[in-house]
């Protein structure tokens, strides 16, 4: 067995963002630095869009592979596929998507406004 990397755990105990005292989980990988697919897989298989059944990791029918690696590398291979299970990722958690609806409301309030200016 070859070690890649490094399982890590961190608590976060005095933060600006967020509330503190939360526990955030992620691989390190030797000469790659923080794993953003490993990131995804987790989230994927806490959210339910991706499965693992035994060491196998599937997507929407799709085999990503036995075993985390395989499944990391596969979604390093294919960045498409890694794109689309983010977007999945994102849209149940509620992040991205109510910021965007956000700007494009904001952009079509102010829009009005800047025409009337304009006209002046």
């Known amino acids: 067995t070859v ?3 490094n399982r890590t755990r961190v608590k976060v105990v005095k933060n600006k963002m967020a509330p503190p005292f939360k526990l955030a989980e992620f691989d390190i990988l030797y000469g790659v630095g923080i794993s953003r ?3 995804l897989i987790d989230y994927g298989v806490e959210q339910g869009i991706v499965k693992k059944s035994g060491a196998w990791y599937t997507y929407d029918g799709e085999q990503l592979g036995q075993g985390k690696e395989n499944a990391r590398t596969t979604l390093r291979e294919h960045p498409e596929l890694a794109a689309e299970i983010e977007t999945k990722i994102k849209a149940k958690l509620g ?3 109510q910021e965007e609806s956000e700007q494009d409301s904001n ?3 102010l829009e009005p406004k800047l025409a009337t200016r304009r006209g002046a």
């Open 107 to 109: 952009v079509e309030s």
């Open 3 to 5: 070690a890649v990397g």
């Open 95 to 97: 992040i991205g998507a």
């Open 37 to 39: 697919e490993g990131g």
